[in-house]
């Protein structure tokens, strides 16, 4: 597709479950964002890639959130024993930095952890 | 450490008066600064940039170094501007954050 695509939609999970969410981001970009999103907040910074790998990982709450990109295309987002903190919007975008940095979002994956 | 400030969570306006959204930052270097807008059950998406000095939908906003600011204006506010609005600062290490945003909600 043309945009960029996060899956999935919706995720609702119990506290402790394992999340993995999906992003495939437009061909030829670089970059490739995540942002955490709670309910009246702006996108909070987690991680962003430079190709394959994790140029700035510093928004990462803590050691359960991981996130890869092993081919330097779409990435996966990890959270492993979650939390109902974790309940939020988790956006990705991407970029192609060689021009002029725009963001390009998905739609987002809502967490909903029980 | 940069940082984007947005003062007004909320900000009302008549149809017809200008429009201020305020945009503050703290970053010690040269930022690009940037307008993200997300209108209803849409996806965010770049109203404008500071380093094209465009004006898009009738929106500018110009760079104050001096006073840190990048403050989104139009001089006449329309209804279908009602949504939200993000400031996000880049870095030189083109980390990208964002601010709290602001709801623009035109009365009519």
């Known amino acids: 597709g043309a945009g960029v695509s996060q899956t999935p939609s919706n995720k609702v999970t119990e506290k402790g479950k394992y999340v993995e969410l999906r992003c495939d981001p437009i061909?030829?970009?670089?970059?490739l964002y995540w942002y955490r999103q709670s309910l009246g907040q702006g996108p909070e910074f987690l991680i962003y890639?430079?190709?394959?790998?994790?140029?700035?990982d510093s928004g990462l709450p803590n050691d359960r959130f991981f996130a890869v990109r092993p081919e330097g295309s779409v990435s996966t987002l990890k959270i492993q024993r979650t939390e109902r903190g974790d309940s939020a919007v988790y956006l990705c975008?991407?970029?192609?930095?060689?021009?002029?940095?725009?963001?390009?979002f998905g739609e987002g994956s809502r967490l909903t952890v029980l | 450490a940069q940082r984007v400030t947005q003062p007004e969570k909320l900000l009302s306006v008549f149809k017809g008066a200008p429009v201020e959204l305020k945009c503050n930052y703290s970053y010690s270097g040269s930022p690009e600064l940037f307008w993200y807008v997300q209108y209803s059950r849409q996806r965010l998406q770049l109203l404008l940039r500071?380093?094209s000095r465009e004006s898009i939908k009738g929106f500018t906003a110009d760079l104050n170094k001096g006073e840190t600011s990048f403050h989104l204006k139009k001089p006449f506010a329309q209804e279908e501007d009602s949504a939200m609005y993000y400031c996000p600062l880049r870095g030189r290490d083109d980390k990208i954050i964002f601010g709290k945003g602001t709801r623009l909600h035109i009365l009519p």
């Open positions: 890639f430079q190709g394959t790998g994790a140029a700035d």
């Open positions: 500071h380093i």
């Open positions: 975008a991407s970029s192609s930095l060689a021009g002029d940095g725009e963001l390009f």
């Open positions: 061909s030829g970009h670089t970059a």
